[in-house]
């Protein structure tokens, strides 16, 4: 069954097209920015075009569990034929479990597949490469080979990446206001990821299933121990799902001094009210060079 929101972001797009095709034009999407997030249950898109207001249209899809990965996605972008027109620009989020951060120093020396396939040696993934230019390393990642290829020869040219990707670039140009050190937290169903920096850069980047908010706090509070943190000087930031964001930081707060939400970024909202529904990494990575 699809949801209110579906049917919502639905009637955004028809009604969208119908007024410019009253005005006798059609949307360029050759001048629009395409965003997909494609997860084991889940497709979730945006396009937009960067310079004009309310321009942002998105779509969440449910996707049957059980299904090979490559023809569940296959079938709901042909299914939608705005998925298959021309973009200035196309990303594509794949969330894994399966990813390394390899600094930028040591991923010149050779192979950098060798780190992959170090860490996960029984892994028939494809391996996603991205560059976090900001943090001086690249994300290296697994995701389904079947899905890739139908990715790359069916969107001109798309970006592919892990989401850790655009929260690390994103969340390092906020750290470096004030002199504290900082754990930014993103949840979204069921998945956590967990960003940690200093004045000197990106400590820790890492994604982590929870069940509830306990376990949420609970991996927090373990990172924050491995890493010394400081009580009453460092911070933690919380975005995504607002119910559990919200007994989160009243946990945390029985520990830590300074917890707070991540602030929506004021840009982005004019972009349109389907801005503020997105999943946080795809926010960040709109307002990210990649």
């Known amino acids: 069954m699809f949801s209110t929101r579906l049917s919502l972001s639905l009637y955004q ?3 969208y097209n119908v007024e410019n095709m009253n005005e006798g034009t059609a ?24 310079a004009v207001d309310n321009s942002l249209v998105s779509e969440r899809i449910a996707l049957h569990r059980g299904d090979v990965p490559a023809q569940a996605v296959e079938r709901e972008v042909y299914a939608r034929e705005i998925l298959l027109q021309p973009f200035k620009r196309v990303y594509v989020v794949l969330p894994s479990s399966h990813f390394v951060l390899v600094p930028n120093d040591v991923a010149t ?3 950098k597949g060798v780190f992959f396939t170090s860490l996960y040696p029984d892994s028939e993934c494809d391996i996603v490469e991205s560059s976090l230019p900001h943090i001086g390393a690249v994300m290296l990642s697994g995701a ?18 892990h989401p850790l990707t655009a929260l690390c670039e994103y969340f390092y140009r906020k750290s470096r206001l004030g002199n504290q050190r900082k754990v930014y937290v993103h949840l979204y169903r069921g998945r956590m990821d967990v960003v940690c920096y200093s004045r000197e850069g990106l400590l820790l980047a890492n994604s982590y299933n929870y069940g509830s908010a306990n376990d949420a706090a609970y991996y927090v509070l373990n990172v924050w121990k491995q890493l010394g943190f400081d009580q009453a000087h460092d911070e933690v930031h919380i975005a995504g799902d607002g119910e559990v964001r919200r007994e989160l930081s009243q946990l945390l707060r029985n520990y830590i001094l300074t917890v707070v939400p991540v602030i929506f970024p004021s840009n982005r909202l004019v972009l349109g009210s389907d801005a503020m529904q997105l999943p946080f990494d795809l926010t960040a990575l709109s307002l990210c060079e990649l």
Do not use: V, W
């Open 144 to 161: 389904d080979a079947g899905l890739t290829s139908f990715i790359r020869r069916t969107f001109d040219c798309p970006t592919l990446l």
């Open 109 to 111: 020396q050779g192979d």
């Open 27 to 50: 949307i360029d999407t050759e001048k629009y920015t395409l965003m997909l997030r494609i997860d084991s249950n889940e497709l979730t898109y945006a396009y937009y075009h960067p």
């Open 13 to 15: 797009i028809l009604k």
